[in-house]
């Protein structure tokens, strides 16, 4: 029976309100639960590394180099791919005896390693291939924030004295905060919902050691038919969005206060 926050037992007429069953369930006697906590957290923690990297990125393609041109729309290209795609192309990059990686294994003189087997490995598997698309998206947010920075206060960061590691810590990166809130907004939600990149590399194995809680959430409300129990899950996703999403925005404007 669906412990939902309407559990279904018999027909229509038979409703029977069970209030917060369905989170008791969940926290105590589901041992998924922790499983997919923890996997959200790597999601959360390692993808915020997809921020530094775009940022980077974003600086190397803005110099004004004439075979720039040539090279950019190489790094554009995962930005325009599905989701779907690139765990397709991961999925096989990752396969065991015919995947690339285990071609560069192999000339290596290394034994293969078949990542999206191994429950200690495919979470992290997984977290690499979302980063290809992930640091796309995030650069093209950089260069856009590149383009408004203000060339009168760079000038004058020259003049004084500022080079370097200096002129980009105190003169261009304070200019590039609203870029880094779109691009951490949208990091950590890509990162929390997490979805496409599981269903189509592992489908939540091995062991469900992969499983992320929007897609148990999918498991249980279109394959188990238990929809109370997946809106208990897509609930608690929904909270810990709602709890860092608003952490981050304090965090800025506390900043914002500080240097007022």
């Known amino acids: 029976m669906d412990r939902g926050l309407l559990g279904l037992s018999g027909d229509?007429?038979?409703?029977?309100?069970?209030g917060l069953g369905?989170?008791?369930?969940?926290?105590?006697?589901?041992?998924?639960?922790p499983t997919l906590i923890i996997n959200n957290i790597k999601w959360l923690i390692l993808s915020l590394l997809v921020i530094p990297i775009g940022l980077g990125l974003a600086i190397f393609l803005n110099q004004n180099i004439k075979e720039m041109k040539f090279i950019k729309p190489l790094f554009f290209f995962p930005f325009v791919i599905n989701l779907v795609v690139v765990g397709l192309i991961f999925s096989w990059f990752y396969l065991p005896k015919y995947g690339f990686l285990d071609l560069v294994f192999r000339s290596l003189g290394l034994e293969p390693i078949a990542f999206l087997a191994e429950e200690s490995l495919a979470t992290y598997a997984i977290i690499f291939a979302f980063f290809w698309p992930s640091i796309a998206y995030t650069m093209i947010i950089y260069l856009t924030g590149l383009t408004n920075v203000n060339r009168e206060i760079v000038e004058a960061g020259r003049i004084d004295g500022a080079m370097g590691f200096k002129m980009f810590w105190y003169v261009i990166l304070p200019q590039l905060k609203p870029a880094t809130f779109i691009a951490t907004v949208v990091t950590v939600v890509g990162a929390l919902r997490s979805f496409d990149?599981?269903?189509?590399?592992?489908?939540?194995?091995?062991?469900?050691?992969s499983s992320v809680l929007a897609y148990k959430m999918y498991e249980e409300a279109l394959f188990s038919y238990r929809m109370g129990y997946g809106s208990a899950i897509a609930t608690i996703l929904f909270i810990i969005m709602d709890i860092y999403i608003v952490w981050f925005l304090y965090r800025l404007f506390q900043n914002e206060k500080s240097e007022k």
């Open 22 to 33: 369905n989170y008791k369930e969940l926290f105590f006697d589901d041992y998924e639960f």
């Open 197 to 209: 990149m599981v269903a189509i590399m592992t489908k939540g194995g091995p062991w469900g050691s």
């Open 12 to 18: 229509l007429k038979n409703w029977k309100w069970v």
